[in-house]
């Protein structure tokens, strides 16, 4: 018995091949395709409705809600992340700004810094120039009165060599010895014109 049923069971290529159906009596016939027999048509179709009704409520009671929570969450997570983003972009710009400041006040003070320094140096140098044309000035005095000097020292010793020489020459000239206060009167008279 057993092993007549596993026999119905088994099926040849040649037997799966043909479609057949079986009828009431359990005879295997040819017919259509089951989903179109119009036998089956109307249980197809109540199957096919409950089966739409448990997908449907299914979907939209666990499946929808799941996906809905889960768009929610990246949707509030995308949110956060463009409003941390633009909180950073606001704290960056304020302390571009405030470095700008610092910068601008740098260099202010950089150049209030240089011109006062200028300014000092430039004093210093005036203060210094003056207090070196001072000495050299007092150089160039003391200067002058020795060159007088020497000048008048020098011109001294011209007369007195001048009056030797202008005798020697009278002397050689005439053969006579002059008198030395003419010589010397001849000669300071020669010096001043």
Do not use: H, W
């Not at 119905?8 to 179109?36: D, E, N, Y």
């Not at 007088?148 to 011209?158: E, F, I, L, S």
Request: avoid cysteine; charged fraction near 20%; glycine fraction near 8%.
């Amino acid at each position: 018995m057993l092993e007549g049923a596993l026999m119905g069971l088994i099926i040849t290529p040649a037997q799966a091949a043909t479609p057949t159906t079986t009828s009431s009596t359990g005879a295997p016939q040819k017919g259509a395709f089951p989903p179109f027999q119009k036998e089956t048509f109307a249980s197809q179709l109540v199957s096919f409705g409950i089966a739409f009704v448990l997908l449907y409520v299914i979907v939209s009671r666990f499946a929808l809600p799941r996906v809905g929570g889960i768009i929610a969450a990246r949707l509030g997570t995308i949110e956060g992340d463009v409003a941390e983003a633009q909180r950073l972009k606001n704290e960056s710009d304020a302390a571009l700004k405030a470095y700008e400041a610092e910068l601008a006040t740098a260099r202010a003070n950089a150049q209030t810094i240089g011109n006062d320094i200028r300014d000092k140096l430039n004093k210093q140098a005036d203060e210094e120039r003056k207090l070196l044309e001072g000495r050299l000035a007092a150089k160039l005095a003391d200067a002058e009165k020795s060159i007088a000097a020497t000048r008048t020292t020098a011109m001294g010793n011209v007369r007195s060599i001048a009056t030797d020489a202008a005798a020697a020459i009278v002397q050689r000239l005439s053969g006579i010895a002059p008198d030395a206060s003419a010589v010397k009167t001849a000669v300071d008279a020669t010096l001043k014109g």
